[in-house]
């Protein structure tokens, strides 16, 4: 009997010294969820080319919240903005740091005045977080209908809770720059006054390769070796969030390049600058 206690017991010291058993893979991070197939599209006077009005309705989960996976199409999109300016480049900060340099330096007064937004959003106005999933899919509808880095354009979307719900208008055109269109901030107002919460506007800032002066992203002399993607705020920006915060109480501001959001609370809009 000794013998198989002296074996018993190595076998028991030796299971005490093992190495504990590596801890269970982390857990993948949820897909996110898809926008409604089908959306309400809102007729407005005379559009631009490529305008488009569009109402999303769908039940409020959590995950809408949440941080974007790095899933294949959010992986092609970061690795063509790696290649074009580089890993360092494209972290929030420095494209704030760039974009607030060049704008610095342009003679223009109203120009250089758009540094003005980079510096508060520095110096801590606002948070910046990875993008979630609602404002990755919004981007994608858009990105969907225009190619964001080969053919830039803007969205625009409010962003509404109530009642369980997230409805969103999402505005989008061909075109590098939007429009703030009644027949779409009416349904706003009448929503919010039905007890929804103007939870914030999203719009993007584009990234902008390869300008020419006179091209469609509005390109001069001045700005044309500006890439954008700053996720400040410009001064028309908190201009137009100053009057919808007291139209119908909108309670914050986001604005993304595709990888991160800046994100602004309502009683940041004071601390901004604002277009005269």
Request: hydrophobic share 40%; with cysteine; proline share 8%.
């Amino acid at each position: 009997m000794r013998p198989r206690l002296y074996v018993l017991a190595a076998l028991l010291a030796a299971a005490c010294h093992a190495p504990a058993s590596a801890p269970p893979p982390a857990e993948a991070a949820p897909a996110c969820g898809q926008l409604p197939p089908r959306a309400e599209v809102i007729p407005v006077a005379e559009p631009y080319p490529g305008e488009l009005h569009e109402v999303f309705d769908f039940p409020d989960e959590p995950s809408w919240w949440a941080s974007a996976p790095m899933d294949p199409a959010r992986a092609k999109y970061r690795a063509a903005l790696v290649a074009r300016l580089g890993e360092a480049a494209i972290a929030p900060r420095a494209l704030l740091e760039r974009a607030r340099t060049d704008h610095a330096a342009l003679s223009d007064a109203n120009g250089a005045r758009e540094a003005e937004n980079m510096t508060r959003a520095l110096e801590g106005t606002g948070t910046i977080e990875p993008i979630s999933c609602l404002e990755w899919r919004l981007f994608q509808r858009q990105d969907g209908r225009y190619p964001m880095l080969e053919h830039p354009t803007e969205l625009g979307a409010y962003v509404l809770r109530g009642e369980g719900r997230i409805r969103i208008y999402l505005s989008g055109a061909d075109r590098a720059g939007g429009k703030v269109r009644h027949e779409v901030t009416d349904r706003v107002r009448a929503d919010v006054g039905r007890g929804f919460v103007a939870v914030a506007h999203l719009h993007n800032h584009n990234f902008m390769f390869d300008r020419k002066p006179g091209d469609r992203m509005w390109t001069t002399e001045a700005t044309v070796n500006i890439v954008g993607g700053a996720v400040a705020p410009s001064r028309s920006d908190v201009h137009a969030y100053r009057g919808m915060r007291e139209e119908f109480a909108l309670r914050g501001a986001w604005v993304t390049n595709g990888l991160d959001t800046g994100r602004f609370k309502a009683e940041d809009f004071g601390r901004l600058s604002a277009r005269d």
